[in-house]
Structures are given as structure tokens and as C-alpha cells.
Nanobody, 123 residues
Framework: QVQLEESGGGSVQAGGSLRVSCVDS????????MAWFRQTPGKEREAVAA???????IYADSVKGRFTISKDKAKNTLYLQMNTLKPEDTAMYYC?????????????????WGQGTQVTVSS
């Protein structure tokens, strides 16, 4: 069974940086797409970044140039490096994974989800 667990959330001042991590169960070689989503109470989940098996990436316009998604397969870990953080980046951040080869930016594109890690950016 696929298991995903996020960590690394916390509080940071605007303009600062934070890196969140997502560790999978270790049997996920077949998960071709992994992504980061975020959600604020009262709002729909928003995709921020996705990464396919060969390393290709896609980013939401709101985070382009500031966030970087990466994967360390040896550690079974997905990362989201967040730089130049803004208060509007405050949200619960979730990692997601799917076996599809074409990585989407919609929540229904992903079958497996972590529990989330809170990121709070203060001004």
C-alpha cells in the first residue's frame, strides 16, 4: 500500500525560505507523477508543482521562480523548496502521487495523498 507522509512545515517570515518533504513507502518506483498541493480553509486544493518520472516539472503561475520540486529516489523523498515566501503561501501543503505518465495539476489526477504539513508565512 502506498503511504505518503509530509514534514518540514512551520512558521517563517515573509521573504524567507522553507523546505517541506514527503516520504513514501519505498515501493513507489511505479509512481510516475508526484506533486505538491496546498489548501487554505474555505478554498479548493491548489496544485503548486508537479514532477514526472524523468524529472520534468510544472509549476503554478503563483509560485514560478520561487518554488522548486525535486525527488531523491534513494531516500524515497519528494521535496518542495520554497523561497521568497509570501503571506499568501500560508496553507496546508500536501504531497500527492499517481501512476499516470502525463502529470496533471488537478486533485483528481492523483490517487494517493499525504496528511499534510502546515506552512505559515507572517508579514
Amino acid at each position: 500500500q502506498v503511504q505518503l507522509e509530509e514534514s518540514g512545515g512551520g512558521s517563517v517570515q515573509a521573504g524567507g525560505s522553507l523546505r517541506v518533504s514527503c516520504v513514501d513507502s519505498g515501493y513507489t518506483y511505479w509512481l510516475n507523477c508526484m506533486a505538491w498541493f496546498r489548501q487554505t480553509p474555505g478554498k479548493e486544493r491548489e496544485a503548486v508543482a508537479a514532477r514526472n518520472y524523468d524529472g520534468g516539472t510544472i509549476y503554478a503561475d503563483s509560485v514560478k521562480g520561487r518554488f522548486t520540486i525535486s525527488k531523491d529516489k534513494a531516500k524515497n523523498t519528494l521535496y518542495l523548496q520554497m523561497n521568497t515566501l509570501k503571506p499568501e503561501d500560508t496553507a496546508m501543503y500536501y504531497c500527492a502521487a499517481d501512476s499516470r505518465h502525463i502529470c496533471g495539476m488537478k486533485d483528481y489526477d492523483y490517487n494517493w495523498w499525504g496528511q499534510g504539513t502546515q506552512v505559515t508565512v507572517s508579514s
